[in-house]
């Protein structure tokens, strides 16, 4: 079936750097992709989305990036926090109601 | 604005044990609910949704159930827990084809 995936499970940066999470996905029919962070026993948290009728979005401090010809989505996080610690999830819908997610890419911000 | 509940936070069940997990949401009509379960540093699974009151899929087979037994209440139920339905179940709520909002979550382990 159609999924959804992520290249780096773990990614380790310095405080003040930017950080790039990768997220691949199958189904050439969404047009719906969103990105999730999620903190340590918390649920998922909307960080910021992307409509297939754009490639690119920004947000505070994130942007998200998305490539329809190679179905390959990305966030980044500029001047990266301790506090952007946390697992990051990509999930795709072909606007169904029903979203498909990434396993997970844990960002892990040293000091 | 929109709320959403879970409870319990955190529960340990016997094997065998019936379950059920009630999640409600505030500040909107005829939300989708859903159902997700995460095992210790996974993704997120889809296990059911409802589009309306008594409507209920089911995505994957297992040992659970869920009911609607009005607009904004979500039930997921076991009548005997297995070992492998420990983990972490999210509940999630959308008006659109757009973000799903999450709720805390609970954590089930089950002994």
């Known amino acids: 079936g159609e999924s959804v995936g992520l290249h780096l499970p773990t990614l380790s940066v310095q405080e003040g750097d930017n950080s790039i999470i990768n997220c691949a996905y199958s189904n050439s029919a969404s047009d719906y992709f969103i990105w999730y962070k999620q903190e340590s026993g918390k649920g998922p948290q909307f960080i910021i989305d992307?409509?297939?009728?754009?490639d690119k979005r920004q947000g505070q401090r994130v942007t998200v990036l998305l490539n329809k010809t190679v179905k390959h989505l990305s966030l980044q996080i500029a001047a990266t926090q301790p506090g952007d610690s946390a697992v990051y999830f990509c999930a795709e819908t072909p606007s169904n109601y029903k979203l498909t997610f990434g396993k997970g890419t844990l960002l892990t911000v040293n000091p | 604005s929109q709320t959403i509940h879970q409870w319990p936070a955190t529960l340990v069940q016997p094997v065998g044990s019936p379950l059920s997990l009630e999640c409600t949401v505030e500040g909107t009509s005829n939300p989708n609910l859903y159902w997700y379960r995460q095992a210790a540093g996974r993704g997120l699974q889809l296990l059911f949704y409802?589009?309306?009151?008594?409507?209920i899929s089911s995505e994957v087979p297992q040992n659970l159930s869920a009911s609607r037994p009005q607009d904004r209440q979500f039930i997921l139920s076991s009548k005997k827990l297995l070992l492998s339905d420990s983990g972490f179940y999210l509940c999630?709520?959308?008006?659109?084809?757009?973000?799903?909002?999450f709720g805390p979550g609970t954590r089930l382990t089950v002994l």
């Open positions: 992307i409509r297939s009728n754009m």
């Open positions: 409802s589009v309306g009151i008594g409507q």
């Open positions: 999630a709520w959308t008006t659109s084809y757009n973000e799903q909002f």
